[in-house]
């Protein structure tokens, strides 16, 4: 079964448009990333060169990674229930878009402008610790490769995992309010890890690093495909599972 | 090799005689309740059909079924020439549209983003020359550039028809269109169905107005779970009601019983106030001309006289009415 690449399209630029004429959604999603530079802008402009260790800039560079956790998450849980409980899913169920195209085109939706402000804000933050932190502590933070690698590389992984649990409990949740409550767990792991970083249970390493990256691919692969098995027309439109005839 | 002009002529012909939605034995369970069970039909291309029933019948779950949104628990359907089947989901739901009870507008996007968006669905080409044209087809052409939040209900509703004319379906399944309107809205959107009759497009109204199917519909179906009747009103009127007069007298009659009685083709009579009756005939143009005689010869002031109308309503409340009674 062939996916039609301007069906996904359609529900990409739909989805663009109505988050453009929600300023609360663009407000949350600009707001959110600007609290996650606090801590790190802090670590790197009050630290001396001769207090600061590694580890302190390996934890703030690794707080950063849970905005593109935080930011789809509430967008990804709106994403089904939302059009549920606005009365528009129905008639978009009336067309021929089928479940896979829905669910890309709105996971598409969601991580683009994720992706667009999670890499603006890593640059940015780099930028300004580049060109105004103490070269000393600039040189410590530019020295954390393995962290800047998982930077990048993380970012539409962890991306995509916070999207597929975001869309999965908005596939099954009745509420939009209870959705996106549900959809922030996605963001638990992730700070899991960090947290074991921080304290030095997992070395942050290259090999580390990709090996992590491999499992979440795998991991957003396969979830993916189970939230489009979720999504079940019959139940979306009357509360009642299909059951085969 | 592709078709000559004449052979794509003698398809079109072909299908055009098979019905545009063929529904047999359909049967839709949700565990133990039955939405609806053994559901029979036929629409013909060009038709306005009305399906109607009180709330609950089934109306609804009907057209969702049809339209691939859920799937029957029994039974078959051909939908456009498709059969009804979870593989052929897509191709039945490219050629039908359907607006459903609410028209499930995006409120923030403009009546155009809107129709783009769906034009876009259904991978149409030339979306801005369909888009003008459907909302011509619903004078909403100046309209276009408002955003949807700010339409009336009324003005929604022919927004939500501009979408379901988008694709130039085969049929286009209006579920309750004017439920919620206001008389003035409610007969706009008439007009827009009968203009869309003009046109030849097949139409499936789901109503409970019954006026609304009586004015619209050139066949309608009630339903109550099971399918109760089918035909053209005055079909149905036919089927289920005798022919009758209706006579208005200046002063009630002293003896209508010996009166009425003795006419041949006369079957009863009653009176539910003075100066009224109702006579129940055989056949009404027979029966007329002997009962006026009759009026005449015992002196009556004779101030109306005319065949008995029974309309839709009297149809499906006689239908429902049975059910209740059956239920009891």
């Given at each position: 079964m062939a996916l039609n690449a301007a069906r996904v399209g359609a529900v990409v630029r739909k989805e663009l448009r109505d988050y453009r004429r929600k300023r609360s959604i663009v407000a949350t999603m600009v707001i959110l990333p600007a609290v996650f530079l606090i801590q790190p802008s802090l670590a790197v402009f009050l630290s001396s060169p001769s207090t600061a260790t590694a580890q302190t800039f390996r934890v703030s560079l690794l707080l950063l990674l849970l905005i593109p956790v935080i930011t789809p998450s509430t967008l990804a849980a709106y994403a089904v229930v939302g059009e549920r409980e606005q009365g528009t899913l129905e008639p978009l169920l009336?067309?021929?878009?089928?479940r896979q195209e829905f669910i890309l085109g709105k996971a598409a939706a969601v991580m683009i402008p994720t992706l667009a402000l999670s890499y603006a804000v890593f640059g940015l933050f780099l930028g300004v610790v580049r060109v105004f932190a103490n070269p000393t502590i600039a040189s410590d933070v530019f020295h954390q490769g393995p962290i800047l690698l998982a930077l990048f590389l993380f970012t539409p992984l962890l991306a995509g995992w916070a999207i597929v649990v975001g869309l999965a409990v908005s596939v099954r949740a009745s509420e939009v309010r209870v959705a996106q409550q549900l959809g922030m767990l996605a963001s638990l792991p992730t700070l899991g890890v960090v947290i074991l970083m921080g304290v030095g249970v997992i070395t942050p390493t290259f090999t580390v690093a990709a090996a992590f990256a491999a499992g979440l691919l795998v991991i957003d692969v396969r979830a993916s495909r189970i939230v489009s098995r979720m999504f079940d027309r019959e139940r979306l439109i009357t509360g009642a599972k299909a059951v085969e005839p | 090799m592709s078709a000559t002009v004449g052979e794509v002529e003698a398809e079109a012909t072909v299908a055009d005689r098979e019905p545009a939605l063929v529904v047999n034995q359909l049967t839709k369970r949700f565990g133990e309740r039955?939405?609806?069970?053994?559901v029979s039909f036929e629409v013909a291309h060009g038709e306005v059909f009305g399906f109607l029933g009180p709330n609950g019948a089934g109306k609804t779950t009907t057209v969702r079924t049809l339209g691939t949104l859920i799937a029957p628990t029994s039974g078959s359907a051909i939908v456009a020439g498709i059969p009804l089947s979870p593989a052929n989901g897509v191709e039945i739901r490219q050629r039908i549209s359907i607006m459903p009870?609410?028209?499930?507008?995006?409120?923030?996007?403009?009546v155009t983003e809107n129709l783009e968006y769906f034009a876009g669905l259904y991978g149409l080409r030339q979306p801005a020359q369909r888009i003008a044209s459907a909302l011509a087809a619903v004078n909403l052409g100046d309209r276009?550039?408002?955003?949807?939040?700010?339409?009336s209900k009324g003005l929604r509703q022919r927004v939500g028809l501009a979408r379901t004319l988008l694709s130039d379906p085969v049929i286009m399944f209006l579920d309750?269109?004017?439920?919620?309107?206001d008389p003035v809205a409610a007969r706009e959107v008439h007009n827009l169905i009968n203009q869309l009759r003009e046109r030849g497009v097949t139409i499936f109204l789901t109503t409970h107005r019954l006026e609304e199917a009586e004015k619209l519909c050139d066949r309608v179906a009630i339903l109550?779970?099971?399918?109760?009747s089918i035909g053209r009103p005055e079909e149905l009127r036919e089927r289920l009601f005798k022919g009758g007069l209706t006579i208005k007298t200046r002063v009630p009659l002293s003896d209508p019983e010996q009166l009425f009685s003795p006419i041949p083709g006369v079957d009863a009579w009653s009176s539910e106030r003075p100066g009224f009756y109702l006579l129940s005939v055989s056949d009404p143009e027979v029966a007329a001309p002997e009962v006026t005689r009759r009026l005449v010869g015992a002196g009556a002031d004779v101030l109306a006289i005319g065949e008995a109308r029974h309309s839709l309503e009297d149809v499906y409340l006689e239908l429902i009415d049975e059910d209740v009674e059956a239920q009891r």
């Open positions: 009336t067309t021929p878009l089928r | 039955t939405a609806f069970s053994d009870e609410s028209p499930g507008l995006y409120l923030r996007l403009t276009a550039g408002d955003l949807c939040g700010g339409l309750e269109p004017t439920s919620g309107l109550n779970t099971t399918l109760r």
